[in-house]
């Protein structure tokens, strides 16, 4: 379900409209690409599964990376992608998202006046 959970978040925030200034939204950080992106930086997964229904809990960890002057435009991209994120669609291919929480962020000054956003969710799913 983490595999199939990951290519769904991945492919819901690249049909964004509002996220048209992120250059590239990837599986992973891409190995070249102008900022700003997003990536998922981690993810791990444990037992979330019920009598009748196997589950699982997925945490994934998103970064965004983007330069450190455009401060406004960042504000804005992490607003969007919040918002994308919590609409997720429930009912997905396979399995259903029984809930989504915002469990921590963090910012952080990089090299050459480069700025990177990791937002960590849990997302608890069960198998359709």
């Given at each position: 379900?983490?595999?199939?959970?990951?290519?769904?978040?991945?492919?819901?925030?690249?049909a964004?409209?509002?996220?048209?200034?992120?250059?590239?939204?990837?599986?992973?950080?891409?190995?070249?690409?102008?900022?700003?992106?997003?990536?998922?930086?981690?993810?791990?997964?444990?037992?979330w599964?019920?009598?009748?229904?196997?589950?699982?809990?997925?945490?994934?960890a998103?970064?965004?990376?983007?330069?450190?002057?455009?401060?406004?435009?960042?504000?804005?991209?992490?607003?969007?992608?919040?918002a994308?994120?919590?609409?997720?669609p429930r009912?997905?291919?396979?399995?259903?998202?029984?809930?989504?929480?915002?469990?921590?962020?963090?910012a952080?000054?990089?090299?050459?006046?480069?700025?990177?956003?990791l937002?960590?969710?849990?997302?608890?799913?069960?198998?359709a």
């Amino acid at each position: 379900m983490e595999t199939s959970l990951r290519a769904a978040l991945i492919g819901w925030l690249r049909a964004d409209p509002a996220l048209a200034e992120v250059n590239i939204v990837a599986e992973e950080a891409p190995i070249a690409a102008s900022p700003p992106w997003l990536g998922i930086a981690a993810s791990a997964s444990a037992d979330w599964s019920v009598k009748q229904r196997r589950g699982r809990e997925v945490r994934i960890a998103l970064e965004l990376y983007f330069r450190g002057q455009a401060s406004d435009t960042a504000t804005s991209l992490i607003s969007a992608i919040e918002a994308r994120i919590e609409a997720l669609p429930r009912g997905q291919p396979g399995f259903e998202i029984a809930g989504i929480a915002f469990l921590r962020g963090r910012a952080e000054q990089r090299a050459r006046g480069m700025r990177a956003v990791l937002m960590e969710y849990r997302f608890r799913a069960l198998e359709a």
